[in-house]
């Protein structure tokens, strides 16, 4: 299972941006979860946003109604749409998707958010 992730950059304040997330070696829509992660230096990695086989979704608060997972059946990619950015939003995103007992991640696509 490898995971790719993309889309990441640097966007001003209140713009918008669409990570996605190409898997190979597993098809997303049949995996129990899949999500998007974040990580800045010296802090633990969160949780953002996932959605489940059942395409239930939820999100961390902070991120409630500016942000939308999504999956692409047809490219077999999870999506993310940010809106609204926010300097705090910069970070490293990954990409999640637990299969065959485990968790696999993507190697993480950088987004920085100007003021």
């Known amino acids: 299972v490898q995971l790719q992730a993309s889309g990441g950059g640097l966007v001003q304040a209140g713009g918008s941006l669409r990570l996605s997330c190409a898997a190979s070696g597993t098809t997303l829509r049949g995996n129990k979860v899949s999500g998007w992660y974040r990580q800045v230096p010296g802090k633990q990695r969160e949780l953002v946003a996932r959605i489940t086989a059942g395409s239930m979704t939820s999100y961390a608060d902070s991120v409630k109604g500016r942000f939308t997972i999504s999956r692409n059946i047809a490219k077999n990619t999870v999506d993310l749409q940010m809106n609204s950015l926010k300097p705090d939003d910069t970070a490293v995103y990954y990409c999640?998707?637990?299969?065959?007992?485990?968790?696999?991640w993507g190697q993480g696509t950088e987004l920085t958010v100007s003021s």
């Open positions: 999640n998707t637990f299969t065959h007992g485990r968790h696999f």
